[in-house]
């Protein structure tokens, strides 16, 4: 399976603190999905906005949408971190707080009805597990 990482940040500050750990972690999730083979998806693409000065992206709350496109046999994953809670987050090892909330999104993602017949708990867990983070 296909697996794309984007990320938006909401000021400069955002990008200081968590650009380079985006970036490491791009491989990782590639190979944790590259042998995952799902009927009816071939591409995930990962959305992370994180809030900053500028633009606060999801200030209601920490929030992970889904939207399935059985055409294209994709899905997109946009996960919405505050800017409150990106400020809070732990900077001495960032990747740890990047991959916690990538871990996070798929867990509380909330299908769409056409994406219901997709195993998304399988797929959730492979990314958890690939991250480290199924413990939690």
């Known amino acids: 399976m296909e697996v794309s990482l984007s990320c938006r940040m909401g000021g400069p500050e955002a990008g ?54 059985a055409k294209k046999e994709s899905l997109l994953l946009a996960i919405s971190v505050p800017k409150t809670v990106a400020a809070a987050s732990p900077q001495e090892r960032p990747e740890h707080t990047v991959e916690d909330w990538l871990a996070d999104g798929f867990r509380s993602a909330q299908l769409p009805r056409s994406a219901q017949k997709l195993p998304f708990a399988l797929i959730a867990e492979t990314v958890c597990s690939s991250l480290g983070t199924s413990r939690q």
């Open 16 to 69: 200081a603190a968590w650009l380079a750990s985006i970036v490491q972690l791009r491989p990782k999730l590639k190979s944790a999905l590259a042998d995952l083979s799902v009927n009816g998806l071939g591409t995930i693409d990962i959305e992370l906005w994180i809030g900053g000065s500028i633009t606060d992206y999801g200030p209601e709350g920490f929030s992970s949408t889904a939207r399935y496109y």
